[in-house]
C-alpha cells in the first residue's frame, strides 16, 4: 500500500483546508485509515480515524472535534480531512495512514509522505 498526502499549504486562521490522501491498490476498502500530525518540536499525535468498508465509522481527537472531518470514497481509493475554522496550533505536517481491516495491533503499517499546513493568525 502506498499513500500520497495532498492538500496542505498556508491558509489565515479562520479558514478552511482539505486535505487528501490517495492510496495505491485495489483493496482500498479493506483499509482502516487515519490522520496524524506533527508540529515543529512536538511528538506525532493522532488527528482523526475511518474504519474499513462502506459505512465507516469515525473518531476526532478532543482538540479538532467540530472542525475536522474525516471521510473517504472507497470508488476513488482517497481519504480525505476537511478542516474548518483553523488555528494556528493546528500547524503541523500532516501524515495519513492506514492499516488492514483484519490487524490486531492498533498501530499502523503503512504511511504517507506528509503535507504541510500553516495556520497564520
Known amino acids: 500500500v502506498q499513500l500520497q498526502a495532498s492538500g496542505g499549504g498556508l491558509v489565515q486562521a479562520g479558514g478552511s483546508l482539505r486535505l487528501s490522501c490517495a492510496a495505491s491498490g485495489r483493496s482500498f476498502t479493506l483499509l482502516n485509515m487515519g490522520w496524524f500530525r506533527q508540529a515543529p518540536g512536538k511528538e506525532r499525535e493522532f488527528v482523526a480515524a475511518?474504519?474499513?468498508?462502506?459505512?465507516?465509522?469515525?473518531s476526532n481527537a478532543d482538540s479538532v472535534k467540530g472542525r475536522f472531518t474525516i471521510s473517504r470514497d472507497n470508488a476513488k481509493n482517497t481519504l480525505y480531512l476537511q478542516m474548518n475554522s483553523l488555528k494556528p496550533e493546528d500547524t503541523a505536517v500532516y501524515y495519513c495512514?492506514?492499516?488492514?481491516?483484519?490487524?490486531?495491533?492498533?498501530?499502523?503499517?503503512?504511511w504517507g509522505q506528509g503535507t504541510l499546513v500553516t495556520v497564520s493568525s
Open positions: 475511518i474504519t474499513w468498508g462502506g459505512g465507516g465509522s469515525t
Open positions: 495512514a492506514a492499516r488492514w481491516f483484519s490487524s490486531r495491533s492498533e498501530q499502523y503499517d503503512y
